[in-house]
T-cell receptor, first 111, second 114 residues
Framework: QQPVQSPQAVILREGEDAVINCSSS?????VHWYRQKHGEAPVFLMI?????EQKGHDKISASFNEKKQQSSLYLTASQLSYSGTYFCGTDKDFGNEKLTFGTGTRLTIIP | EAQVTQNPRYLITVTGKKLTVTCSQNMNHEYMSWYRQDPGLGLRQIYY???????DKGDVPEGYKVSRKEKRNFPLILESPSPNQTSLYFCASSSPGTVNSPLHFGNGTRLTVT
């Protein structure tokens, strides 16, 4: 079953912050985040493993709450280059890895 | 350069004509997977392979076949394509698996079945 992402789409002005949520109805082992620009392949952003960790690089960070079976991606002081569709992917088991993606969140940054 | 290569990039075919989409990676990755992407549905997994001769169904395997005879190659076979298989297809690889390693995606194959 696909994880549920929210919101489905968001439009921001440059410099504003965004939060994208990803939740699953099943227990998770890990959560991936990817960004896809129009007409291109998805590009890896980060992986979070169960244990409630938070990761980040540059102005993009993420958290993983395994009890709530959800992850959130935080984009601060957004830049035009952040535009694209963001996907979370979830893995339920270690050793039989079947990464299931959500339906995506389209982020548009305007000047 | 480390990459996942898919061919062809674009393919138009007719219903029932068997086709193969090739996927090759040069990173010695154990894990390979096929996804299809349709508007509003995100990326849905078709098949995946944990290693040579080990394949398993994803969420939407009907109408597709795969094989993993060599570590670097993971072709996707449509034996009798139908119009509902018109989609954008991505091959991806990872090592050792996806739990704690990123997926590397190919550039995609846009398939149209008329």
């Amino acid at each position: 079953q696909q994880p549920v992402q929210s919101p489905q789409a968001v439009i921001l002005r440059e410099g504003e912050d965004a939060v994208i949520n990803c939740s699953s109805s099943k227990a998770l082992y890990s959560v991936h985040w990817y960004r896809q620009k129009h007409g291109e392949a998805p590009v890896f952003l980060m992986i979070l493993l169960k244990g409630g960790e938070q990761k980040g690089h540059d102005k993009i960070s993420a958290s993983f709450n395994e009890k709530k079976q959800q992850s959130s991606l935080y984009l601060t002081a957004s830049q035009l280059s952040y535009s694209g569709t963001y996907f979370c992917g979830t893995d339920k088991d270690f050793g039989n890895e079947k990464l299931t993606f959500g339906t995506g969140t389209r982020l548009t940054i305007i000047p | 350069e480390a990459q996942v290569t898919q061919n062809p990039r674009y393919l138009i075919t007719v219903t029932g004509k068997k086709l193969t989409v090739t996927c090759s990676q040069n990173m010695n990755h154990e894990y390979m997977s096929w996804y299809r992407q349709d508007p509003g549905l995100g990326l849905r997994q078709i098949y995946y392979s944990m290693n040579v001769e080990v394949t398993d169904k994803g969420d939407v395997p009907e109408g597709y076949k795969v094989s993993r005879k060599e570590k670097r190659n993971f072709p996707l076979i449509l034996e009798s394509p139908s119009p509902n298989q018109t989609s954008l297809y991505f091959c991806a690889s990872s090592s050792p698996g996806t739990v704690n390693s990123p997926l590397h995606f190919g550039n995609g194959t846009r398939l149209t079945v008329t």
